[in-house]
């Protein structure tokens, strides 16, 4: 391992989540959109019985995985029968938007701050254009082959707290107070927290480990509808096509082409601005669907967005009256930080964990969202806390494995902190 640690105990805890990160990461976990049942893949509950194998191994003797997919264990705590309980959590579904079967995960030790080439399909990683990457020169970077996903998002995350969950009941002399452990689902379909049952939980606050750079808390994110729209047309042969086909293909790119292009899209906006953005557009000319999410960390902004596409998709389509359009909206989350900011006690821990570890915390809201979204509105306060992943969705994904080590290390002290602090 390279020497670049923050601190002795994210050394000792390296080999450990490395470990780990490259047996789960192997293991199929792909969510899929429109689920019929949770989860909505089979390769979930896969690593859902490993990661309760490995949580009894460990001493977690109530360790279970529900139908549904979720995973919950008990590390109790040591510091009394009064102690507050808190919760950690990861997702252990990866992103439907890149190819994500047969992960085969590849170690660059001590990273020269050069291009990487991957060995399949040409995938390249570029520090001029990642300057994360070239941040991390030194380090041990964790990258697929090229062809597939990594799965850092969020298995990074499921590795950090097994890892730290292994090493505090290794390590019965470092005070803590219950900790509540929860892997859940299809977190990256807006799904994770849906059959979250959050007072069989019992937490008074938790924390999610799906971030990306060292140092980062967020208590803000996105917040995000999906909007579903059906063009219907008329199909006829196109040989015999004249004054009768009405082509649905035709119109739902219009309706795309039709909205601004120089803003309220991912690649023209940062910072605190919203977009709207198609994911998916199919059909024939006689029927087509197109996808978007609308994204906004100001509801009333989020509004706006959403009767623009709204209003432009109804223009494009009344052009012929021949033609139809349905129109569905579907909440997804909403954002997080009104609620977090009455709840300083759960922040200030975190970042107390984080400075423990030698690290500044970076406060920036998420440009997109997490189980945490939802679960502070249902109830469970949970901000969120960095993993040492980048370039999630995409075969470019990698992590650092230092940055992974620290964060498991985080967790440990997180536990630590609120054994001396839980009452605050």
């Not at 079967?101 to 050069?114: F, L, N, Q």
């Not at 964990?353 to 030698?358: C, H, N, V, Y």
């Not at 509105?377 to 806390?385: A, E, K, Q, S, V």
Request: charged share 25%; hydrophobic share 40%.
């Amino acid at each position: 391992m390279a020497d670049s640690y923050t601190s002795s105990l994210a050394q000792e805890l390296a080999d450990d989540v490395l470990d780990r990160f490259l047996r789960y990461v192997r293991i199929d976990t792909q969510s899929r959109r429109d689920r019929n049942g949770s989860p909505s893949t089979p390769g979930q509950l896969d690593l859902g019985r490993v990661l309760v194998d490995e949580l009894r191994e460990a001493g977690l003797t109530d360790a279970s995985l529900d139908e549904n997919g979720y995973v919950v264990a008990t590390v109790p705590g040591n510091r009394g029968a009064d102690g507050v309980a808190i919760g950690l959590i990861a997702h252990m579904d990866t992103s439907p938007d890149a190819p994500g079967r047969g992960v085969e995960p590849i170690v660059h030790r001590a990273y020269d701050g050069g291009v990487v080439e991957l060995p399949r399909s040409g995938t390249v990683l570029d520090p001029a254009a990642m300057p994360e990457l070239l941040a991390k020169t030194g380090h041990d970077i964790v990258t697929s082959s090229g062809d597939t996903l990594l799965g850092a998002d969020d298995k990074a995350g499921v590795a950090e707290i097994m890892a730290a969950v292994a090493y505090l009941v290794a390590h019965p002399e470092i005070p803590r107070p219950t900790l509540r452990i929860g892997f859940t689902p299809d977190e990256e379909i807006g799904e994770g927290a849906t059959l979250f049952d959050i007072e069989r939980f019992g937490a008074r606050c938790a924390y999610t480990l799906d971030g990306s750079e060292l140092g980062e808390l967020q208590d803000e994110t996105f917040s995000a509808f999906e909007a579903v729209l059906t063009v219907r047309g008329v199909e006829v042969h196109p040989g015999q096509a004249t004054g009768k086909l009405v082509n649905a293909l035709r119109m739902a790119a219009q309706i795309v082409a039709a909205l601004p292009a120089d803003s309220l899209t991912p690649e023209t906006t940062s910072g605190r601005q919203g977009f709207i953005h198609p994911t998916d557009l199919s059909g024939r000319p006689g029927e087509a669907e197109l996808r978007f999410i609308i994204r906004d960390f100001d509801d009333d902004r989020l509004d706006e967005h959403l009767a623009l596409l709204e209003r432009v998709a109804r223009e494009v389509v009344s052009v012929d009256p021949r033609a139809q359009l349905d129109f569905h909206v579907h909440e997804q989350y909403r954002n997080m930080g009104s609620i977090l900011r009455e709840m300083p006690a759960v922040l200030a821990a975190a970042e107390a964990a984080i400075r423990a570890e030698g690290i500044e915390p970076i406060r920036e809201p998420i440009r997109g969202g997490t189980d945490g979204s939802r679960l502070t509105h249902m109830g469970l306060p949970t901000p969120n806390i960095f993993t040492g992943g980048h370039e999630y969705h995409s075969v470019r994904e990698w992590a650092s494995v230092q940055d992974m080590a620290s964060a498991a290390a985080v967790a440990v002290r997180l536990a630590e902190v609120w054994s001396r602090d839980g009452d605050a």
